[in-house]
């Protein structure tokens, strides 16, 4: 299918603001890894700052001598054997049918295509952001701002992107402890999560999950068995960040997401601004004082 160029440039500009928002820097990004990798008194690198999201690959995406711009991949919510499932519909003003211009997506069981399109073609009811929850991750992104120790990270966001998410944290013990057999059962918007370090690569393994969350938009889903591994490495002024998700319940293998590049913001009066407060848009229609 083809759209004007227009709109893939308008499209570009509203995801850059959109992660600007997000990281809300508040000023430049210090060159890449032309500077040397700071590090910790212990040898390991220092992630610690304020991280602004930086180039990354392109969109794949084909323009033609007319300036047409053609996907070079089927709808994201089609199965690999599904048809005619990829008709865009009245709901385009929220981005979700014309933001598919990523080709890497998840690989569900054949028998929950139908959940993950359900999901999409309903997003204004389904997707999670609308009902005051956390993002969760992996669809958090990576964090704005580390502050590191010699035995944990404290992984702090900002999601001003999306004016119902408010701006959460993480704190990840580092020190080689494995995951706790009691925290373990219970459930997370974030998982239980732990850390070690494989040579220069912060390792970050995530289990007990709820299912409430999505991996990103577009009705992609997971069970409470889903398992997170993240990877931050610094090369001089840039974060690099990986991660793969593992769901055996829902998903027909691992799924690697993109690469993502910041840049280290170096400026002295970056801030982070408070998170927006969740907005209760039902009050208006609570009829009695029973709480529920």
Request: hydrophobic share 35%; charged share 25%; with cysteine.
């Amino acid at each position: 299918m083809r759209r004007p160029l227009l709109y893939a440039a308008a499209a570009l500009l509203v995801a850059a603001g959109a992660a600007g928002l997000q990281a809300q820097t508040n000023g430049r990004a210090a060159s890449g890894a032309a500077a040397a990798t700071p590090r910790m008194p212990d040898g390991k690198p220092d992630l610690s700052g304020m991280w602004a999201p930086g180039a990354g690959p392109g969109r794949p995406v084909e323009v033609d001598e007319k300036g047409n711009v053609e996907e070079i991949f089927p709808s994201r919510r089609c199965g690999p054997t599904q048809v005619n499932c990829d008709g865009y519909t009245n709901q385009s003003v929220d981005g979700e049918f014309t933001g598919r211009m990523n080709r890497n997506r998840p690989v569900y069981k054949p028998e929950l295509w139908d959940k993950v399109q359900s999901f999409d073609m309903n997003t204004n009811r389904e997707d999670p952001i609308f009902v005051c929850q956390p993002l969760g991750i992996p669809r958090v992104g990576p964090p704005a701002r580390i502050l590191q120790t010699a035995n944990d990270v404290v992984f702090l966001y900002t999601i001003s992107g999306a004016s119902s998410q408010p701006a959460d944290y993480r704190a990840i013990p580092t020190d080689g402890r494995t995951h706790d057999p009691v925290r373990s059962q219970d459930v997370y918007f974030y998982g239980h999560s732990v850390g070690r370090w494989d040579g220069d690569t912060l390792v970050i393994e995530s289990i007990a999950f709820n299912d409430l969350t999505w991996l990103d938009r577009g009705g992609y889903f997971h069970s409470d068995q889903m398992r997170v591994t993240e990877r931050l490495r610094r090369e001089g002024n840039t974060l690099v960040y990986d991660v793969t998700v593992e769901d055996p319940d829902v998903l027909l293998e691992p799924w690697a997401m993109n690469t993502r590049r910041l840049q280290l913001n170096t400026n002295p009066n970056a801030y982070l601004p408070e998170g927006q407060p969740c907005r209760d848009y039902d009050r208006e229609n609570m009829v009695t004082q029973i709480r529920h």
